[in-house]
Nanobody, 124 residues
Framework: QVQLVESGGGSVQAGGSLRLSCARS????????MAWFRQAPGKEREGVAA????????YYADSVKGRFTISRDNAVNTVYLQMNSLKSEDTAMYFC?????????????????WGQGTQVTVSS
């Protein structure tokens, strides 16, 4: 069973930065696509970014393009989300998710593996 463990959340002022990490227990073809989702109170869970761990192909939601950067380090089975120029609307619980491919990467129901989430709070 694949396990995903997020870390790096916290509280920051608007304009600040945070880096989230997602460590996966094993590297298998079933987790080739790693993604970050977020869910704010009262809102649906939405895709933020995704990356193929095999070739590094990357996808972003329009709302975070130019501010967030997703990356991976296959040597330590970890995916990162560098978040810069944070806004109050970025406040949410951030989840790491994994699946085999990144086709329709924003479709949360396509992901069989999820982490427990890490809270990001941005104050204005």
């Amino acid at each position: 069973q694949v396990q995903l463990v997020e870390s790096g959340g916290g509280s920051v002022q608007a304009g600040g930065s945070l880096r989230l990490s997602c460590a996966r227990s094993s590297a298998t073809y079933t987790t080739n696509c790693m993604a970050w989702f977020r869910q704010a109170p009262g809102k649906e869970r939405e895709g933020v970014a995704a990356i193929y761990t095999s070739d590094g192909a990357i996808y972003y939601a329009d709302s975070v393009k130019g501010r967030f950067t997703i990356s991976r380090d296959n040597a330590v089975n970890t995916v990162y989300l560098q978040m810069n120029s944070l806004k109050s609307e970025d406040t949410a619980m951030y989840f790491c998710a994994a699946r085999q491919v990144c086709i329709r990467w924003v479709w949360r129901n396509e992901y069989p593996y999820w982490g427990q989430g890490t809270q990001v709070t941005v104050s204005s």
